[in-house]
């Protein structure tokens, strides 16, 4: 609505437009301008209010969008920072997974360790037992090759009952070749010098050899500690029997006592 001041204004500009028409003789374009000049600033006087109104509500709208706008920028960080704590809380987790990962890992791990120390452990056991048993096995052969009864013995137990294979099949080679030496050496001796076996044999209590009986020959086989002497009593019971026995085997000279239970325990002193 034009107000009181902007109707006066109006009239005012009207008179002062016609004036200086008529003063100075303008062409009828002109005093349109002028009119037209003087009718614009007549209605800004006479809306002055609405004006104001305006200006005040596009500052306040101003306002509000900036308002808005720094909520927007404000969202907008705290969405990045969201976005940021995210991918952190990821890594986090990532990095949680991984170290499980190495954790059972490391723990497959030193399962698997365990295992192998127990497996050296036993290992090493077993090394140790082989050593004693293969250093029984080296004593025992050189008691056998100087005339030992107890040498012979053991080498046949090991080469027997031994848990380890080394240690059995190195007891039954050692036990095969000393044999085979007393059998060469000892033969090659009673072929040369033409030697009746049991005339080289000693008993406790000491027959004449036409005393001496299978009883005696087997006897001494049984319990002589003289290799040499078992040696000489194995040919001798050869030569008694007609039977071929092998040296140092005396399983076989027991399964024949078995089958000859007479000859081989009668009282070896009558």
């Known amino acids: 609505m034009l107000t009181a001041l902007g109707v006066i204004f109006l009239l005012v500009m009207a008179g002062i437009s016609t004036r200086y028409l008529v003063k100075n003789k303008l062409s009828t374009k002109s005093y349109s301008a002028v009119a037209t000049f003087a009718l614009a600033g007549g209605l800004v006087i006479a809306n002055i209010n609405s004006l104001q109104r305006f200006a005040i509500s596009l500052g306040q709208q101003a306002s509000l969008s900036v308002d808005m706008q720094e909520k927007v920028e404000f969202v907008n960080t705290s969405v990045e920072e969201v ?3 995210t991918n952190q809380v990821g890594l986090l987790v990532e990095n949680a997974n991984s170290t499980n990962a190495k954790i059972e890992n490391t723990a497959q791990v030193v399962t698997e360790l365990v295992k192998d120390a127990s497996s050296i452990r036993t290992q090493i056991l077993r090394t140790q037992q082989d050593i004693k048993e293969a250093s029984e096995l080296a004593d025992n052969a050189t008691r056998m090759r100087i005339g030992y009864r107890s040498g012979w013995e053991e080498l046949a137990r ?9 240690v059995m099949r190195m007891a039954r080679d050692r036990l095969k070749r000393i044999t085979a030496d007393y059998e060469k050496t000892l ?4 072929r040369r010098y033409d030697i009746d076996p049991v005339q080289l044999l000693i008993f406790d209590p000491d027959p004449t050899p036409q005393n001496v009986t ?7 086989i049984r319990t002589g500690e003289d290799l040499d002497q078992v040696t000489y009593a194995f040919f001798a019971l050869r030569n008694a029997t007609r039977s071929s026995f092998p040296m140092f085997n005396l399983a076989r000279v027991e399964k024949w006592c078995e089958e000859h239970k007479l000859r081989c325990e009668s009282d070896p002193a009558n």
């Open 187 to 190: 033969g090659a001796f009673l």
């Open 214 to 220: 299978v009883a005696h020959i087997v006897k001494l």
């Open 83 to 85: 976005r940021s704590l």
């Open 158 to 166: 090991l080469g027997k009952d031994s848990r380890r294979p080394n």
